[in-house]
């Protein structure tokens, strides 16, 4: 924000005109290479509910914060949530699918991608420009 016009005050038509764009945000995908699994998965962005949820849940263990990924890409990818997949794993919890589908730098990765998706963390292609 620092490299914003400053001088520029925003009236409230200009935020009635942002109302779709910010909508289109909240309702991003992206398609995601898994290698693992030798092809694309779609990540959506998370609901703001399922994104606080997942953030909550990150507990200072690594194990939570690992479940807490595996939550939120859960309900992210909508693949995951199928119940013809989810009973050929024969898995007990749901979020359980992705650990049994997915590397452990898979599930970073993902969730990274849910988290920037979601506008809590800026893009990287928008940090590395600003580097340079």
């Not at 764009?21 to 779609?42: H, N």
């Not at 809590?120 to 940090?127: E, N």
Request: glycine share 4%.
């Amino acid at each position: 924000m620092e490299n914003q016009k400053q001088d520029v005050k925003l009236t409230l038509a200009d935020l009635v005109a942002k109302k779709a764009e910010k909508e289109a945000a909240r309702t991003r995908s992206e398609d995601v290479y898994v290698e693992s699994l030798g092809g694309y998965l779609t990540v959506q962005s998370p609901p703001r509910n399922i994104f606080f949820k997942s953030v909550d849940m990150s507990g200072e263990t690594t194990e939570s914060q690992v479940y807490a990924n595996m939550f939120l890409i859960y309900n992210c990818v909508s693949l995951f949530r199928s119940s013809d997949l989810l009973a050929a794993y024969d898995v007990t919890d749901n979020v359980e699918i992705v650990e049994k589908l997915l590397e452990l730098h898979e599930i970073k990765d993902l969730a990274e991608k849910a988290m920037e998706l979601s506008g809590f963390t800026k893009p990287q292609k928008l940090d590395e420009e600003i580097k340079n």
